[in-house]
């Protein structure tokens, strides 16, 4: 029993963290007139897209990075906090510095991040695994939209 409650307990930490952390990332760097003016591919989703893509996507990464410390799974664990750290930084760079060239390095790392994730906890907890596996597609999506707005800028 105990052991359920401390599951659930850092299944919380891990949401509120990781929810927490990219509303606010958001809500401090939200596109401006800077990004409004880049131009973008024709395949760029509507503004509207990202929100409930990320929320869902935060929702996942949140679960398996609970399901990791659970499992004290050490590898996993790290490569989740060091996806973690380039997803929040990846806005900031992005939006407030406007430097999409440097973004574009940190959301291709943040991909090969994803992959060693996806690859670390297949054996361990395909759960993990799988719950990875949207959030790659989005961030090669990701990173080939990164890659065309500075291409055309």
């Known amino acids: 029993m105990q052991k359920?409650?401390?599951?659930?307990?850092s299944l919380i930490v891990f949401?509120?963290?990781t929810l927490g952390g990219g509303l606010l990332i958001g809500f401090l760097t939200p596109p401006?007139?800077?990004?409004?003016?880049?131009?973008?591919?024709?395949?760029?989703?509507p503004g509207w897209v990202f929100a409930p893509v990320w929320t869902c996507l935060y929702i996942l990464i949140a679960i398996a990075g609970a399901r990791a410390w659970n499992r004290d799974l050490d590898t996993p664990l790290r490569l989740w906090f060091a996806q973690l750290a380039l997803n929040f930084i990846w806005s900031p760079i992005f939006f407030v510095a406007h430097r999409p060239d440097i973004a574009l390095g940190v959301v291709a790392a943040l991909t090969v991040v994803n992959i060693a994730f996806i690859?670390?906890?297949?054996?361990?907890?395909?759960?993990?695994?799988?719950?990875?596996?949207?959030?790659?597609?989005?961030?090669?999506?990701?990173?080939?939209?990164?890659?065309?707005?500075?291409?055309?800028?």
Do not use: C, G, H
């Open 15 to 17: 949401l509120v963290a």
């Open 119 to 153: 690859v670390a906890t297949w054996k361990e907890d395909r759960v993990s695994s799988m719950l990875f596996v949207p959030y790659l597609a989005w961030t090669s999506f990701a990173t080939l939209l990164n890659f065309a707005i500075v291409r055309l800028n």
């Open 32 to 45: 401006d007139a800077w990004y409004e003016a880049l131009q973008k591919p024709s395949f760029n989703p």
């Open 4 to 9: 359920v409650a401390d599951a659930n307990r």
